[in-house]
């Protein structure tokens, strides 16, 4: 194992297509969120990719789901600079993970998470102490841990639907960690947080963590959507 080998992961996150719903008239259909959810995994490995030093960034990804095309649509626009591993089978994306030595899982619905957040969490995880750096909204989901003790458990907890802050804390040994807790990341998985976005995305800030091409896209769903969201 190289003790300074760090494995990026990208977990599907579950969404209940429901939480998209604005009223019983009105709410985003499959193709609109399946749209969104690309454009946020793709937001997530810009960042990762301009956050590490290596030429092509190799990325593990849990999908709950098989999908037709998954890693050649993301092949296609990242050309070269992103390498994935795709995993449908949880036993499987756990026991690849056991090669690395520090580890970051991060829900492929996040926002928020610029490039000096993801170095910032591998300077903290780089320390000899037992580190548990995690990220929590404010509305206590969890949107990315990171550790450096390979922990089978947490792993596991990661891929639980409805996983949040204080489920994570209740179902680990809190007394092994060294833990650290970042905020003002959020997930986009319902219209509450699609409000969010659009809010957070209109302030400066948002230059660190979003590109004006990944906001282009999320513009065409504020057209279609500006009456529900201001």
């Keep these: ?37 690309k454009a946020l995994t ?15 960034l190799e990325l593990d990804i849990f999908l709950p789901q098989q999908k037709e095309n998954y890693e050649e649509e993301l092949k296609e626009y990242f050309s070269d600079k992103l390498k994935t591993n795709c995993f449908t089978d949880k036993e499987k994306f756990i026991e690849n993970l056991k090669q690395f030595s520090k580890y970051v899982l991060i829900y492929s619905d996040v926002m928020g998470i610029s490039p000096k957040d993801i170095k910032n969490t591998e300077n903290l995880i780089s320390s000899d102490d037992n580190l548990l750096v995690i990220s929590k909204s404010e509305n206590n989901d969890i949107c990315y841990i990171a550790f450096n003790k390979f922990d089978n458990n947490l792993i596991e ?57 990944i906001h282009e896209k999320f513009t065409n769903l504020f057209i279609e959507y500006r009456d529900y969201i201001k």
């Design 42 to 56: 793709i937001n997530i490995i810009e960042n990762l990719i301009s956050s590490t030093e290596a030429k092509t």
């Design 157 to 213: 907890l990661m891929l639980e639907h409805e996983m949040n802050f204080d489920n994570l804390l209740s179902n680990i040994k809190t007394e092994k960690f060294f833990i650290h807790t970042f905020s003002g990341h959020f997930r986009v998985n319902g219209f509450f947080n699609f409000r969010l976005l659009y809010h957070r995305l209109s302030q400066k800030e948002s230059l660190n963590y979003c590109s004006q091409d």
């Design 1 to 37: 194992m190289n003790s300074n080998s760090s494995a990026y992961c990208l977990i599907e996150g579950f969404y209940e297509p429901q939480n998209f719903l604005i009223n019983k008239d009105k709410g985003f259909s499959d193709d609109e969120i399946v749209y969104l959810r």
